[in-house]
């Protein structure tokens, strides 16, 4: 589901948005070519914001839920039609509800023995997390041992001004979290912080 080809990615988080703010939310993001959407589920009435997410912007974006913790709610968010999801840990249980789903799973990892378990249980991406903690430094050595077509993506603390230096540690993409989305926050400032994101993306070599 990642390949280099669609990098870097960046896949927005919109922790706390509400059902009727997320339309207005997400039709910005796409405009600003922020095309890959994390709903986490600790926001209110997430499965219905992600029902209404997935039948409009299902055709133009990819619909994922985040903070997914247990195998009953990847039961839900299949039913739902959903391709992605994140966690913020490894759970095998979790990873395997995914595989046999034919669902994507990121797991959230911050010891390469976290990553290389996601990795081995069939994890398609590792989420580094939280990277204000992990650090470049961690990213890169972490990025030395795991298997090569096991992408890695940076979240937590993400700005524009930081992506080029986790791409040159060997991240594939990103999570933006309350850099982009707050709740609350006008859509013309999303949309504003979106365009800088996409063009810190653009500027990477």
């Known amino acids: ?21 997320a339309p207005a939310v997400v039709e910005a993001l796409i405009a600003e070519g922020l095309t890959w959407i ?3 589920l600790n926001s209110p009435n997430v ?39 994140v966690t913020p840990n490894s759970n ?26 996601a990795a081995y249980a069939g994890a398609k991406a590792i989420k580094l997390f939280p990277c204000e903690v992990i650090g470049t430094a961690g990213a890169k050595a972490m990025r030395a041992v795991l298997p090569a077509d096991v992408p890695l993506f ?6 524009p001004e930081s992506l080029q230096s986790y791409i ?3 991240c594939l993409g990103f999570g933006i979290g309350s850099a ?16 800088a994101f996409r063009e810190a993306a653009e500027r990477l070599s």
């Open 1 to 21: 589901m990642f390949s280099k080809e669609g990098a870097p990615y960046l896949i927005a988080i919109l922790r706390g948005i509400t059902t009727e703010e």
């Open 38 to 40: 994390e709903v986490p």
């Open 47 to 85: 499965f219905e914001t992600l029902k209404l997410l997935q039948a409009e912007y299902g055709q133009r974006a990819q619909i994922g839920a985040g903070t997914v913790t247990r195998v009953s709610e990847v039961e839900k968010l299949a039913a739902l039609g959903l391709s992605y999801f």
């Open 92 to 117: 095998p249980a979790v990873i395997s509800a995914a595989v046999d789903r034919n669902m994507a799973v990121a797991c959230g990892c911050m010891t390469p023995s976290e990553a290389f378990a």
């Open 154 to 159: 940076a979240v937590g603390g993400i700005e």
């Open 168 to 170: 040159d540690a060997g």
């Open 180 to 195: 982009l989305f707050k709740p609350g926050r006008p859509v013309e400032d999303i949309a504003a912080r979106a365009k």
